[in-house]
C-alpha cells in the first residue's frame, strides 16, 4: 500500500501502478512451483534467509530506479523472493518443532504475523508525515520513500534470528521431485485449492468493485469542490 502511494505521489499513472501489481502477481505465479524442489534440496533456514535479504534489496532497488522497467523487474524479483520466504516458512517450523508444539506453533505464529501486519500499517502509515515534520524530507514523495527504505531496513532484520537456529537435516529421497509429483493424490489436491480459488476470485472481484466506488466517490468529491 504505501510503494502504491509512493508511485501516485510522483506521478504515475493508475495504468502503470496496474502493471507493477500485476508483475508482483506474475512473480509469485512463477516461483510457487519451483519452489518445493528448493525447499527439498537445500537447508530451509539458508532459504529464508538468503530470499529475505534478495527480496528486501530488490525492493529497495525498485524505490530507487524511478522507471517502469525498473520497477517491474524488481517488483517481480522481489515478489518471488519473499513468495520463496513465505513458503518456506511452514516446512521450517514443521522440521523445528515437534508433533505436540505445531499446533500451538503455527497458531501463535499467525498471531503475531497479523499482530505485526497490523502494526506495520499503522506505523507505515505515520513514518511520512514523521518524515516531514523532523525536517527529513521536503516532498511527499521523498517522505514516502525515506519510510519504505525504513520498513525495508525492518524486513532484513528477520535474517538475524534465523541465522541464530541450527539448521536440521535434510530429509533424504531417493526419486526426483517430478516422480513424487506422479504419485500425489491430484483429485484431493484440487478438492483442498477449491476453496482458495473461489475467494480469490471473489477478493478480486470484491477489490475491483471497491476501487471503482473509490474512484467514483473521488470524482464526485472533486465535482462538489469545483462547484
Not at 509469485?28 to 534467509?49: C, K, S
Not at 505464529?109 to 518524515?131: K, R
Amino acid at each position: 500500500v504505501l510503494f502504491n502511494l509512493y508511485l501516485n505521489e510522483t506521478g504515475w499513472t493508475d495504468t502503470q501502478i496496474g502493471y507493477t501489481i500485476s508483475a508482483g502477481a506474475w512473480g509469485i505465479f512463477i516461483i510457487a512451483i519451483p519452489a518445493a524442489y528448493l525447499i527439498d534440496r537445500f537447508h530451509v533456514r539458508y532459504i529464508l534467509v538468503i530470499f529475505a535479504f534478495f527480496g528486501s534489496l530488490c525492493y529497495v532497488l525498485r524505490v530507487a530506479s524511478g522507471s517502469l522497467p525498473g520497477i517491474l523487474i524488481f517488483g517481480l524479483l522481489g515478489n518471488m523472493a519473499f513468495t520463496m520466504y513465505h513458503i518456506a516458512n511452514a516446512p521450517f517450523l514443521m522440521r523445528n518443532s515437534t508433533a505436540k508444539e505445531r499446533i500451538y506453533l503455527f497458531s501463535t505464529c499467525s498471531a503475531v504475523m497479523l499482530l505485526a501486519n497490523s502494526l506495520g500499517s499503522i506505523t507505515g502509515g505515520y513514518l511520512p508525515p514523521l518524515m516531514q515534520s523532523m525536517g527529513w524530507a521536503d516532498t511527499d514523495s521523498l517522505a514516502y520513500q525515506q519510510a519504505l527504505y525504513i520498513a525495508l531496513g525492518l524486513s532484513l532484520l528477520s535474517c538475524l534470528p534465523y541465522l541464530k537456529i541450527k539448521a536440521t537435516p535434510l530429509p533424504n529421497h531417493t526419486s526426483h521431485i517430478f516422480s513424487r509429483l506422479k504419485k500425489l493424490n491430484w483429485k484431493l489436491v484440487l478438492r483442498l485449492h477449491m476453496p482458495k480459488i473461489f475467494v480469490g476470485l471473489g477478493a478480486g472481484a470484491l477489490g475491483r468493485v471497491a476501487e471503482n466506488g473509490l474512484t467514483v466517490a473521488g470524482r464526485l468529491a472533486q465535482a462538489y469542490a469545483a462547484g
